[in-house]
Structure formats: C-alpha cells, structure tokens
C-alpha cells in the first residue's frame, strides 16, 4: 500500500510540475521567491527523473551498453541499426542533451535558487544532483551550457562554457553541498521518504554520495591534470563515500506505467508479456566468451542462458550475437533467434518494482582502487578496493562466490596475477560491473585508458574504433546556433579528460 500511495502521489506530482502549473513553478519566473515552490514536491519528480535519464530505453545506460559491446541484436529484429552503424550525428540520442536540461536539471535549479536558511539542506541535494548531471553531459559533449544554462526566460541563448572549467566548478558546488549540510540549522527542512525517494532524508548519505560524484570525477581526470589535492580533501573531510548502490525507487509498481523503466524496455510487461525490445536485446559472444573462460558466475546474472547447447558456438549455454551481423547463418537453424540467445538476465532484471540503479558501490570502489593504484590513496589499498569492487558487483547481482573468483589465478581477475596489469584489471572489472546498469561509465573509460583491450567494433562500423562523443542536438543548433560550438569529430576528438 505504502508504494501504491507513493507512486501516486509522486505521478500526480509530476504532472503538476510538467504540465499546468509549469510555468508557475518554473525557476526563471521568479528566482528570489522561495514561496512560490514547495520543495519537497519537486525533489522527487528530479529524482526520478534522474533515474529515468539513465535507464531509459535509448538514454544514458542504454547507448553505453551499446558502445561497449555489451549488448546486440536477435534474429528477426532490425532494432539497433543506427548503433551499430556507429551513426553519430545531431538526432542519434539527442535525448540525453534535451532531457537532462529540460527535465531533471531544470526541477534541480528550483531547488537551488531556493532562499533562505531552512532550505539549506534542499539546495545541497539539487547542488550534487546538478554536478551528476553536469558531469554526464560534459563527459558525452564536452563543452555545454553551463553558466548560463537553466535561465532560459532570462537567457534563451545560453553560451558553451569549457569543460575543463566546468569540471573543475563542480567541485567547488559539491564542496558547497557539503559545508551547506554540514552548517545547516538544526531546524532547516529535511525531506522525508516521500520527499527524498534516494536516501529518504538521511543526509550524511548526501555527503557521501557528494564524496562519491566527487571521486568520479576527480578520477576521470586524474590523467591530465593534478586531482591529489581535492582526492586528499575528501579523505580529509572524514564522511567517506556511498556504502551501497545508490537507487531511485518512487514505489515502482507492476502497472501500466508504473514499472521500473529498465524493466518495462527490457523485461515484461504487466500481463507478463516479454517486451519486443527485450527479445531484440542481447549478449555479445564476446562478453560471454570473456566471462566464461574466466570462471566468472556472473555470466548467468547479467544474461539469460537459454541453454542452448546445440549451438556449437555457446558458452555453457549461452549464446551470443556479433553487433552487426548481416547473415544469421549458423550450423543451427534459427540458431540467433530470442529463444535461443542470452537476452538479458535476472541479475540485471530484477523485478518491475526495483530501484534504478544511478550509481553502484561497485563503481565507487574501483574508481578507489585507480586512485589507489595512482598514489592519490594508500597504493596498499588498491588490491583491497579493486576486490571489494567485484564483491560489490556479485552482491548487486545476488551471486554468490566473489572471493573464489578474484582468488584465481587468472590475470585481469586475480590482482597477485595482474602485475604490470593493474589498471587494465580495474578498467576491465569495471566494465562487467557496469554492464547493463550504468554501462556510459565504461565507455568513458574505453575512451580514456582503451581497456577493456581487443574489444571489437560492430560488423558495420565504417570506422576503425568506436565514437567518443556524441553530437550536439538538432533542435539546440536551430535555437541555439550563435553559442554551439562547431561539431566536432565524434570518433576523434576526445574529451578533454581522455588527452590527444
């Protein structure tokens, strides 16, 4: 009952602030004027939809799993073409640009011109959510409407700020998160579990989860410029960082819309149909071929295994696609068909009323273990994150047996056995960790390290390598043309944090 009255509470919400009263309560009417919003009806319609944003179909995760070889293409669909063609340009997944602004962060930026001591709390969160999202799109675009962003009455042709510089303000609004929790007056407002449908008010986890963007970033960057002073600074800080996966649930029920939007793009739906999308959707016989020969449990977790045994080519029964395949021809007939390949598994499936999944613990400890390795941390610890990372991993999964698996002596599995290696080890465990949750994070780091290494390109890619950006949006170039910077090269000209 507790999530029925959630989810409709919640959904009244937001249609309140997405459609009638829009205007009334949007940020650029009167940012000086805290008593026109109500704050703890507008945290939760943010939130969720930070957690649509990255597990939408065709959002955030989606194209990462794409990207990354992780997921193709069943027999009898033809649903991943511009994916596989590697076919960037000003459409391909505009969505992530258009959402993000006109979404999530303009809900956040309410939050955030809030005035007023009893709001401290309120703007700290919408403080750490903006710098999430910021950093996505820096991380997807490069430059972006940062400064001037989110003021569109007032500046309806915001101008491109330079990445670099917007990661490195970031920081300092995450730093301002944490000193406005930290302060807050004992009276200040502090959300609830409905008004916080992340860490349900519990603001030392705000902390930890401002700790935590904050690492990601630091370390995504750690490779072009000097991060040891800011990494010393949260350690010094004392909080810490997030201790589980961190998951938007709004009282995600199995109804029509109502479901978990991973769930309902890639699992069932609520008579208990498998979607289109989720017959369509599969493994790669690479990942299964990686996972497989390495002993590693999770291959059933994160894929289905049909069992398919009469396919020559399986991997204890499960059975892959190379993205692109233009001839399904196999020894077995229909070998490529969805009954017969690994869609999408229970690990990563879980249910029509889980959490989406915004950022895991797992991540978290390898992004420790890389600044471990690096000397930004104790280096004797990069050995005891890198193995709490894959721990983290099996547990979200519900697997069990983590310490068996990384105590092989196997490399780019077992840290004693990756010497010369460990930084490959940790990019590479990485990757199946954020396969199918938040698989971006990985093709973030192809772009930056190039591990995992030998990951293959579609059959129908025309380049020699993957892109490492994305274009900018149709509709911001027609509103927008003065301020977008000319399009770069989608398959050469990296982020700033990933070098030349």
């Known amino acids: 009952m507790k999530n029925i009255l959630k989810y409709i509470s919640l959904l009244t919400l937001t249609l309140l602030l997405t459609t009638s009263c829009e205007d009334f309560l949007d940020v650029n009417t009167d940012p000086n004027n805290p008593t026109s919003v109500t704050p703890d009806l507008v945290l939760p319609v943010a939130q969720k939809y930070t957690g ?5 179909d065709r959002y955030v995760s989606h194209l990462g799993n794409m990207m990354m070889y992780n997921w193709s293409q069943s027999d009898g669909f ?19 640009f258009n959402v993000s602004y006109r979404n999530a962060l303009k809900q956040y930026q309410i939050l955030d011109n809030l005035v007023g001591d009893e709001y401290a709390n309120y703007r700290a969160i919408s403080k750490v959510m903006k710098a999430y999202h910021f950093q996505l799109l820096v991380d997807f675009y490069g430059d972006i409407p940062y400064t001037e962003a989110l003021q569109r009455s007032q500046e309806a042709t915001p101008v491109y700020d330079d990445a670099a510089t917007i990661y490195a303000d970031l920081i300092v609004e995450l730093d301002s998160a944490i000193t406005l929790i930290k302060n807050a007056d004992p009276a200040a407002l502090v959300p609830d579990e409905y008004g916080d449908i992340i860490f349900e008010g519990e603001m030392t986890d705000w902390i930890r989860m401002a700790n935590s963007v904050k690492l990601r970033i630091l370390v995504r960057n750690s490779d072009v410029d000097d991060v040891s002073d800011e990494i010393a600074a949260i350690e010094a800080e004392g909080t810490g960082f997030i201790t589980s996966d961190v998951l938007v649930n709004p009282g995600y029920l199995k109804e029509e819309e109502k479901q978990n939007p991973l769930w309902d793009d890639l699992g069932w739906d609520v008579g208990g149909t498998q979607t289109l999308s989720s017959k369509a959707t599969c493994a790669t016989p690479y990942v299964l071929e990686w996972l497989f020969t390495r002993n590693d449990p999770r291959i059933d977790y994160i894929y289905e295994n049909p069992e398919n045994t009469d396919d020559p080519n399986n991997f204890g029964g499960h059975v892959g696609v190379i993205q692109g395949l233009d001839q399904y021809d196999s020894p077995v007939v229909d070998a490529y068909v969805p009954e017969k390949v690994s869609n999408i598994g229970p690990g990563i499936l879980k249910g029509a009323t889980m959490g989406a999944n915004i950022l895991s613990l797992a991540e978290v400890y390898f992004n420790r273990a890389e600044a471990a390795f690096k000397g930004l941390l104790p280096p004797g610890d990069a050995k005891t994150y890198y193995e709490a990372g894959i721990a983290a991993s099996f547990d979200y999964l519900g697997v069990g047996g983590a310490a068996a698996y990384y105590g092989q002596a196997v490399p780019l599995v077992g840290w004693n056995s990756s010497t010369n290696q460990e930084l490959e080890a940790i990019i590479t465990q990485k990757w199946i960790a954020m396969n199918g949750i938040t698989a971006e994070q990985s093709w973030f780091d192809y772009s930056r390290t190039g591990f995992p290494s030998g990951l293959p390109i579609s059959e129908l890619a025309s380049t020699s390598d993957r892109p490492v950006r994305l274009f900018y949006p149709a509709g911001e170039i027609s509103s927008n043309g003065e301020n977008v910077p000319t399009q770069p090269d989608a398959f050469t000209d990296k982020i700033f944090w990933a070098g030349n």
């Not at 649509?52 to 939408?56: K, L, S, T, V």
């Not at 033809?78 to 992530?96: A, C, R």
């Open 52 to 56: 649509e944003i990255i597990q939408w």
């Open 78 to 96: 033809s649903w991943y073409n511009d994916e596989f063609l590697y076919q960037v340009s000003s459409s391909f997944y505009q969505q992530i």
